[in-house]
């Protein structure tokens, strides 16, 4: 069967509290069997938008379609959808095999389908032998997966997870990004997860919608998120870069020249929403780990520049170096693997060292 | 050895004693949990323990004519349970009792569901507008029912003028119903607060939950907002429940003979026979009856509460 790429289809959605444009025109297309994740600062109306798909929060306008029905103004308990809450909203008064039953006790299973359907999640989200604790009596991450076991046990068609990990510590959060795409790729249901932190995004999802002010400014797979960001803002916010100012001076057999201050004249690729006008201001951004440090000065034709090293850091499995460049405010951050022992040695502070990269390691991106 | 002796306590009985209660203390967790205690426990025993000791021991003796025989009998008892009127007037004072605590949280549970749920701003001033009436006088509110339920009162006046009866109705007041009714009002603003308190303290991610998981808003009551007030409502009910059996201005002021309840005799047994040691025995057996009918209500809920899972 052919998936469909709009399984999940926003169009134009809007929500405001008050003057609050929580989310703002946000118009989306996830497809079936997906994990695509919601990212955004706080308050950027990650969690707004996805209670919009649970049903939780009405809409003031657009519409919501999922598996092609119009599902806009579908009240939140017929909807095919279930959602993983922040806090795992364990109904404290039931235990471990209660919670997971609650949601089939309506569908008109008998007794003994409803304890065989309990007894998959519950071995689907491993937690067999714990049916009979009571809410009070299991961890954070058992919490976590009789949430997802009581959610999943109803075949929805999509699961919504609002921060699943971030009630988790660190090392079981790292370990359930692990799991939680492992389970998402077993039962095969789409799955739609809100986070602020970006490296959970960028290890978990198919996809990632980035969020700001309520709209979603780029909607793309890690990879081209962080290699090739649309704006300044997204370059920011996922990962780190380097700015420099530039302007452009010409065009030259498809590409860009511009002209970036103390880096120089460049050729670059321009940016996919189309070239920019000579004369027009842009911004070069240079992520810290494609810039290499040297003390000689390059080759000539090679992409350089001079600075002074101000600042190095030696972090385990990689150094972390400060360059500041003459006629530039801000230093530039480079940072360089530890591939051999000896690669955080000899670096005195002060020195004058010389900055080179690769053509291909820049960006062109809108002011 | 030397880690030993750098341990070791101070010399002296008393610098030895000092130890010790300073590792008792700061061992033992039940014992500084009594300490920090021991100011409620001394109100306890000195507001609670003394006087229902004191009724206890007053119940033991009897009466003869003016003077108290100081011997220790189980007279009154035997009196007061071989005496079916007592044992009615206490079964009829509990039976009364439930009935008002049952109207009071029925009354009582919208309310408190209203505020926690439907007001989102300013909720401390709904719940001191709902309390307020419980700042006037019990006896004023008892009195505002008569004027309400006598025989020339709100209501029959109000149908005469109105044409739906020409003689004043007789059942309105002086029977059991009219201390329900009054009874009810009286207590509903102390059963509201308990009630509120279980609702508004709900996480309501709990009942996102129940809907997400497809539940109509009458089967998350049901399944969930309801299991998880219930602590509230045992207390709203043990609240009103407990003083109104032993109430006796109501009873007297609108309940006429049948509405008549076992405080009125405790009343008179204290104050008009001045038989002091069986008022005392008839206070025990009635508390009896109220611990006993309590625990058989709590048991009867957790019941409930646990097959409605
Ligand atoms: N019920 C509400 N009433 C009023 N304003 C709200 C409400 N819910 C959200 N907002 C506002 O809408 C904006 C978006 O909120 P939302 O909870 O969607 O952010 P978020 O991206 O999930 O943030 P976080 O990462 O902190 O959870 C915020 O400015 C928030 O203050
Ligand atoms: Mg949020």
Redesign the interface.
């Known amino acids: 069967m052919e998936k469909r790429s709009d399984f999940v289809s926003l169009r134009d959605v809007s929500k405001h509290f008050g003057t609050v444009r929580a989310v703002d025109g946000v118009s989306l297309d996830i497809a079936q069997g997906e994990f695509f994740a919601l990212l955004g600062p706080s308050g950027c109306g990650k969690t707004t938008l996805l209670r919009i798909l649970?049903g939780?929060e009405a809409s003031n306008s657009g519409s919501v379609h999922i598996d092609g029905a119009d599902l806009t103004i579908e009240?939140?308990?017929?909807r095919p959808v279930?959602?993983v809450?922040?806090?795992y909203?364990i109904?404290?008064?039931?235990n471990v095999r209660?919670n997971i039953a609650?949601?089939l006790?309506?569908?008109g299973l008998s007794k003994a389908e409803i304890s065989q359907r309990v007894d998959e999640a519950v071995a689907t989200v491993k937690l067999e032998g714990l049916g009979d604790r009571g809410s009070h009596e299991i961890s954070g991450g058992q919490r976590q997966r009789v949430a997802l076991a009581?959610?999943l046990i109803?075949h929805p068609k999509v699961l919504l997870l609002d921060e699943p990990l971030s009630a988790l510590d660190k090392n079981l959060r790292e370990q359930m990004r692990v799991e939680l795409r492992a389970l998402q790729q077993k039962v095969g249901i789409t799955f739609i997860f809100v986070t602020h932190d970006q490296e959970e995004a960028l290890s978990m999802a198919d996809r990632i919608a980035v969020m700001f002010e309520g709209e979603v400014r780029q909607v793309d797979t890690p990879a081209r998120l962080y290699e090739a960001p649309a704006s300044r803002e997204v370059a920011a916010f996922i990962g780190s870069m380097n700015f420099f100012d530039a302007s452009v001076v010409g065009a030259e057999g498809g590409k860009i020249i511009v002209d970036a201050g103390p880096l120089g004249k460049m050729s670059m690729a321009p940016p996919e929403e189309g070239a920019p006008v000579k004369g027009e201001a842009v911004t070069v951004g240079i992520r810290p780990e494609k810039l290499t440090l040297g003390e000689a000065p390059p080759s000539a034709g090679a992409n350089a520049i001079k600075g002074k090293l101000t600042a190095a850091s030696y972090l385990g499995e990689r150094n972390h170096f400060f360059v500041t460049v003459d006629g530039m405010d801000e230093p530039i951050s480079v940072a360089s693997q530890n591939s051999s022992p000896m690669d955080h040695k000899g670096w005195s502070e002060g020195g004058e060292v010389w900055l080179t990269w690769e053509p291909a390691g820049a960006r062109l991106l809108r002011a | 050895m030397t880690s030993e002796a750098q341990t070791a306590p101070p010399a002296g009985t008393i610098g030895r004693l000092r130890t010790v209660v300073k590792g008792a203390i700061f061992r033992n967790a039940g014992l500084r949990g009594y300490i920090l205690l021991s100011p409620t426990l001394l109100v306890l025993l000195g507001a609670m323990c003394l006087p229902v000791g004191i009724l206890a021991v007053y119940s033991l003796w009897t009466q003869s004519g003016v003077e108290i025989d100081h011997t220790l009998t189980l007279a009154n008892y035997l009196k007061i349970f071989n005496k079916p009127s007592y044992m009615l007037l206490i079964g009829k004072s509990v039976l009364i009792s439930l009935t008002v605590t049952l109207a009071t949280v029925l009354l009582a549970y919208p309310i408190a569901y209203f505020i926690a749920f439907k007001i989102k701003r300013h909720k401390i001033v709904w719940l001191i507008l709902i309390t307020i009436p419980f700042v006037t006088s019990y006896l004023l509110r008892v009195f505002a029912w008569k004027i309400i339920l006598g025989y020339n009162g709100i209501i029959n006046s109000g149908l005469k003028w109105l044409g739906v009866i020409d003689q004043p109705l007789t059942f309105l007041l002086h029977n059991p119903t009219a201390v329900v009714i009054t009874l009810a009002h009286a207590w509903a603003p102390i059963a509201i607060l308990p009630i509120f308190v279980s609702l508004e303290k709900m996480?309501r991610?709990?009942l996102?939950?129940?809907?997400?998981?497809?539940?109509?808003p009458l089967?998350r009551f049901l399944?969930?907002t309801l299991?998880?007030s219930i602590p509230g409502v045992v207390a709203a009910a043990m609240l009103v429940f407990i003083p109104t059996v032993g109430d006796y201005i109501t009873p007297q002021l609108v309940g006429g003979p049948d509405g008549m309840m076992v405080g009125s005799l405790m009343h008179a047994m204290f104050f008009r026979a001045n038989d002091w040691p069986l008022g005392s025995a008839l206070a025990i057996v009635s508390a009896l009856a109220i611990t006993v009918t309590s625990l058989g209500v709590w048991f009867l809920t957790k019941q409930a509460?646990e097959r409605a899972?």
């Open positions: 649970g939780f009240p939140a308990n017929q279930n959602m809450f922040q806090n909203a109904f404290p008064h039931m209660q609650y949601g006790r309506k569908d009581r959610a109803k | 996480d991610s709990l996102e939950a129940a809907t997400d998981l497809g539940d109509s089967q399944r969930v299991p998880l509460r899972v």
